[in-house]
């Protein structure tokens, strides 16, 4: 075994623990809900992207894993942009 694939596979796990968190505290919380609701999908994209590479390492169907990993990069990185935007101070306001 590679050691890239074993943390790949690892931190597609700990993408699916940030996601559980935080679908937890999108439930719990009023204020800044869509913030969870973005880092939610982000994580859930990390999942799919650390795993697109640990399958990619693992020698399993290397083709199409190592041509979807990058997009999927893509939009990971685009969703933890958004969460990061909304929790500007100028665009934070409490629920009523």
Known sequence: MELPAIFSALGSLAFIAAFIVAM???HKT???SSYWLVYSAGALLGAF???MLS???FGIYPEITGNLAPPIFA???TAFAIA???TMESLVQPAA
């Open 75 to 77: 939009a990971t990185a």
């Open 84 to 86: 990061a935007l909304v």
């Open 49 to 51: 992207w650390a795993g």
């Open 30 to 32: 009023r204020e800044i």
């Open 55 to 57: 399958l990619s390492y």
């Open 24 to 26: 937890k505290t999108y």
